[in-house]
DNA sequence: CTATATGCAAATAGTTTGCCTGTTA
DNA sequence: TAACAGGCAAACTATTTGCATATAG
């Protein structure tokens, strides 16, 4: 039984993406990669609190935000509510089931180019699509 | 030369979507109409101040989240960014150009059914789906 | 030794709420 | 006259910032 949990996880690149992991930003990448229902940062405190109780919510802010300019983790964002943070990479979309509150990414159906039916003005650039869907998920 | 306006727009109908238009909610709605600027609530704010000097910001937050209820206008989010409003009820995305900070309406190419690319779980029933993309339309 | 990251508390900004008054059906 | 809408100020909440300390290259 172990009482202490080591200084650094050895799994754990010392960068992503150019981006130096501090444990910090070890718990909370370690964290939002085991996790597929998005947390908001409060969870995301609440949850690495167990692993680091010194951790403040500013610096989880400042983690979250650190990775998702790294393009190592993607923030979600439903109308006013709390960002949410999501590991998946992948171009997907999000369904916000307003029953359970739940939230699940959306594939596109293959060999769906999403630019290929949006009317675009010509020479545009595009950095980010986010595609977000609210409805009921009705039991089967 | 008018020096007042007249208490309500003689074509303004007294309800749309079952709510009753309010000289405020009418201020609200006619300034948005004729906007493809995607205003905030401030925006609106300030704007209808000019033919009602005591409306309050309240006020204005309170017709447009009335008006959103109802289906006359829709609400638009980007990121944490202050919420926009649009009188455009058609099915279509924004386009938000980060150089001029500028907003813009996205149609679909003809024929296209949003639901058919997108892999959703069955029995989904979708209330609204919002797509915003983000980048840069470069001068041609 | 210099830059960067953390922790804490305070500040910020958009939005909502409570309460009282005014208006409308 | 009962329900609803407006105005104002205060409250609320998610997020950011300033600053002092700690850590890393």
Same mark, same amino acid.
């Given at each position: 039984?172990? !009482?202490?949990?080591?200084?650094?996880?050895?799994?754990?690149?010392?960068?992503?993406? /150019?981006?130096?992991?501090?444990?910090?930003?070890?718990? &909370? =990448?370690?964290?939002?990669? /085991?996790?597929?229902?998005?947390?908001?940062?409060?969870?995301?405190?609440?949850?690495?609190?167990?692993?680091? *109780? @010194?951790?403040?919510?500013?610096? &989880? =802010? @400042?983690?979250?935000?650190?990775?998702?300019?790294?393009?190592?983790?993607?923030?979600?964002?439903?109308?006013?509510? *709390?960002?949410? =943070?999501?590991?998946?990479?992948?171009?997907? /979309?999000?369904?916000?089931?307003?029953?359970? $509150? !739940?939230?699940?990414?959306?594939?596109?159906? *293959? $060999?769906?180019?999403?630019?290929?039916? #949006?009317?675009? *003005?010509? @020479? !545009? &650039?595009?950095?980010?699509?986010?595609?977000?869907?609210? /409805?009921? #998920?009705?039991?089967?």
């Amino acid at each position: 039984m172990t !009482t202490h949990l080591p200084q650094n996880h050895p799994e754990m690149p010392e960068e992503i993406n /150019g981006l130096r992991m501090t444990r910090q930003r070890q718990e &909370v =990448y370690r964290f939002l990669m /085991g996790e597929r229902s998005h947390p908001t940062a409060n969870e995301v405190f609440m949850r690495i609190k167990e692993a680091l *109780p @010194n951790v403040s919510l500013a610096t &989880v =802010y @400042n983690c979250l935000e650190a990775l998702v300019q790294h393009n190592v983790i993607r923030q979600v964002n439903f109308d006013r509510e *709390p960002s949410r =943070y999501c590991p998946n990479l992948d171009e997907h /979309g999000h369904f916000h089931d307003e029953t359970t $509150g !739940t939230i699940h990414d959306i594939k596109f159906k *293959p $060999g769906i180019n999403l630019t290929d039916i #949006l009317d675009l *003005p010509p @020479n !545009t &650039v595009i950095k980010d699509i986010e595609i977000t869907l609210r /409805g009921q #998920l009705a039991a089967s």
